[in-house]
């Protein structure tokens, strides 16, 4: 079985700019570089054959480069207790449709479509019972923003999970 995402890297110097964000909350799991991505859809568990299938109809995907900005932070949460933080994108068109795209994708492939509402965002760090408050860290940063970058493709990745977290290997790249 794969575990699969299909998502959007974004480059160096936006990266750099999360790195710097990642201190201030004791007991936060802070994602590394390799783990900053941006997810256009996750799709889970699929045998071989659904992952090939996969892989070449992405290929069919057609879209302009777009640009896009960082512009929030934010966290997901269970049960009232925080399980991730994040930091989200402003309003991007462009984004949606591709999304949108991959999505109908997946599900004439025989998947279920996603049943949350799409919210982009790259994590950066995951909260457990132990993690102290991320109100204040949120508040040091409720007008973070980045400069834009552009998005002229994405990825397809197979996610292995082990006791230091998730690495993420692209199987395939796919460009605007």
């Known amino acids: 079985m794969h575990r699969l995402f299909i998502a959007i890297r974004p480059p160096l110097f936006i990266r750099s ?23 256009l859809r996750f799709i ?9 299938d996969l892989a070449d109809l992405l290929g069919t995907v057609r879209f302009h ?8 932070v934010g966290c997901f949460a269970s049960n009232g207790r925080p399980n991730s933080l994040w ?10 449709i591709l999304h949108r795209k991959i999505d109908h994708l997946c599900v004439t492939l025989g998947l279920k479509p996603d049943a949350r509402a799409y919210l982009p965002h790259i ?26 970058f552009e998005v002229s493709g ?5 996610s292995h999970l082990g006791g230091e977290g998730a690495t993420y290997n ?5 460009p605007a």
């Not at 909260?127 to 400069?147: I, L, W």
């Open 17 to 39: 700019q999360l790195l710097t964000l990642m201190e201030g909350i004791a007991g936060a799991r802070w994602q590394n570089d390799d783990q900053l991505h941006l997810t």
């Open 170 to 174: 692209q199987v395939a790249h796919y």
């Open 65 to 72: 480069p777009f640009t896009v900005e960082l512009g929030s």
């Open 123 to 148: 994590t950066i760090a995951r909260c457990g019972r132990s993690t102290a408050s991320v109100e204040p860290f949120m508040k040091r940063h409720a007008n973070f923003s980045s400069a834009p």
């Open 87 to 96: 930091v989200g994108l402003r309003p991007c068109d462009a984004l949606m």
């Open 44 to 52: 889970g568990e699929v045998d071989q054959y659904m992952a090939n």
């Open 154 to 158: 994405f990825s397809l990745y197979e």
